[in-house]
Nanobody, 123 residues
Framework: QVQLVESGGGLVQAGGSLRLSCTTS????????MGWFRQAPGKAREFVAA????????AYADSVKGRFTISRDNAKNTVYLQMNSLRPEDTAVYYC????????????????WGQGTQVTVSS
């Protein structure tokens, strides 16, 4: 099976930055559309960003557009989420996910999931 491992989460002050990374194993990451989702306590998992196999079709949730950037390095089997200008409402567990088809924002359409990394933004 495909395994996804996220890293880079932590505690940051409002206005600060973090870079999350997600590395795949089992198959080359270039075979998959990759996405980032997040889930805060008591809330549904929500779309954050996604990127195509080639990296040419990034998509972002309106809540993060202009602040977050998704990128990928298929040679390293890694996808990144650069998060700038962080806000307390960005606090959540962030999950990396892989899909065998095109970019989509629906969580249930993704085939493989990492275990998540906690991002906490203090006021």
């Amino acid at each position: 099976q495909v395994q996804l491992v996220e890293s880079g989460g932590g505690l940051v002050q409002a206005g600060g930055s973090l870079r999350l990374s997600c590395t795949t194993s089992g198959r080359t990451q270039g075979s998959y559309t990759m996405g980032w989702f997040r889930q805060a306590p008591g809330k549904a998992r929500e779309f954050v960003a996604a990127i195509s196999r080639s990296g040419g079709s990034p998509a972002y949730a309106d809540s993060v557009k202009g602040r977050f950037t998704i990128s990928r390095d298929n040679a390293k089997n890694t996808v990144y989420l650069q998060m700038n200008s962080l806000r307390p409402e960005d606090t959540a567990v962030y999950y990396c996910a892989a899909r065998i088809s095109g970019v989509i924002i629906i969580p249930t359409a993704y085939n493989y999931w990492g275990q998540g990394t906690q991002v906490t933004v203090s006021s």
